[in-house]
């Protein structure tokens, strides 16, 4: 099997490529860096560097080859021969990868090539919708029914690269133990084809809820905490007590909220809750607080991390006052960020998270917001969330 990987850089060689090899497909990377192109086609091989496990180790990945994405020519054959196809370039250069691939779709559909699927290993909510309208544009409706659009979830953390030395390779990339990839079952045309460590799945929002509701929103709330604490890496902030427990207490928030939508079990959602809490230990990945913690209003947006969490958790009956706590420490590292008054934090966090100025989360999220303000250290936060957790439940009950 011959399977074609928009982009190699982090994910696409420190993970779907990997992936893709270690199951025995000859992988094909489109990339627009020369560098890398040239170094794939001479070696045909690249080092994968296992970090943070047990024991680290350095793994060969084979099979590989590259195309420049310039080259149109070279980029349809390689889809023409594809019985898979990934994207791994960020959701906001897809636009650019999309004429090769809508190239190649046309002469697979001219030659009456099977359906190919399209892995989309992107952090982009509904990406699969975001694709299907690009391509309508471009394909007629025959040619589009060819084409399967798989949402994935990535979870596999890579370590921020170090600079390399003269003589290093610049293929050589480092990544977590963590080698797992959901995908959507329902998506597939044509049937799933099995590949070690490929799980499918349906409903696949779950897994999409899973990720951005869980991993993504606790490595937030971890960033900004630590930024106001002075950590300057995950690692650090992560193993402050105060800072766990908030952490892990906002996850479980989540857990709750997802088991409930989904009628499912909630310990397979703590286990993982509890083993994102052990990777983001990992001082291995060198991640930032800074990084992590960037774009802060795409992070409080209505349907991310922080508010989609939250928004996720009322309308299953569970107020999430650790999620608030930690999207009031997010509005906090913004005001500074930008120097805002704070009489305009109620305009900031309104204007940031599309609420109304009475929802309950903005009245929570302001109310945790004036602890920060205030100076009030971790454990005081904590405490008062606590008690106000303790007199939400008291109601309920």
Do not use: W
Request: one cysteine or more; charged letters at 25%.
């Amino acid at each position: 099997m011959n399977a074609v990987i928009f982009g190699a850089g982090n994910i696409g060689r420190g993970f779907i490529g990997a992936l893709f090899s270690q199951a025995g497909l000859n992988v094909t990377f489109i990339d627009v860096s020369k560098p890398v192109v040239e170094r794939m086609n001479a070696d045909r091989k690249y080092p994968l560097h296992i970090v943070g496990g047990k024991e680290e180790k350095i793994i060969e990945i084979n099979n590989v080859c590259a195309v420049d994405g310039n080259d149109r020519e070279a980029a349809v054959n390689a889809l023409l021969c594809a019985d898979i196809a990934a994207t791994c370039v960020g959701a906001k250069a897809i636009k650019y990868i999309l004429p090769n691939f809508v190239a190649g779709i046309k002469a697979r559909f001219a030659e009456g090539k099977a359906p190919l699927n399209l892995l989309i290993c992107e952090n982009l909510m509904d990406a699969d919708e975001y694709i299907r309208e690009l391509l309508s544009e471009q394909l007629t409706p025959e040619e589009l029914d060819t084409v399967g659009l798989v949402e994935t979830s990535v979870g596999r953390m890579v370590p921020v690269p170090k600079p390399t030395g003269e003589n290093d390779n610049p293929l050589k990339i480092a990544v977590e133990e963590y080698c797992i990839l959901p995908v959507d079952e329902a998506a597939f045309k044509g049937g799933v084809p099995e590949i070690k460590n490929m799980v499918p799945f349906t409903p696949f929002h779950y897994f999409i809820e899973r990720k951005l509701f869980i991993h993504n929103m606790g490595h937030a709330i971890c960033a900004y905490l630590g930024n106001i604490l002075g950590h300057e890496y995950i690692c650090d902030s992560i193993v402050d007590p105060n800072v766990r427990l908030l952490v892990h207490n906002a996850m479980l928030e989540s857990c709750d909220a997802l088991a409930t939508r989904y009628n499912g079990p909630i310990r397979p959602l703590l286990d993982h809750a509890n083993d994102l809490i052990r990777r983001f230990h990992n001082k291995e990945l060198g991640d930032t607080c800074a990084r992590v913690g960037g774009d802060i209003p795409r992070k409080l947006a209505n349907s991310d991390r922080l508010t989609g969490a939250a928004k996720s958790c009322i309308e299953m009956g569970i107020f999430p006052v650790y999620i608030c706590t930690g999207s009031a420490a997010a509005l906090y590292c913004y005001m500074k960020e930008n120097s805002l008054s704070e009489d305009s934090a109620a305009d900031a966090l309104i204007s940031l998270t599309g609420l109304d100025k009475d929802n309950t989360l903005t009245l929570c999220t302001l109310e945790m917001y004036e602890y920060f303000k205030n100076g009030a250290s971790l454990s005081e936060i904590l405490r008062a969330a606590d008690e106000k957790k303790h007199d939400i439940f008291g109601m309920i009950v």
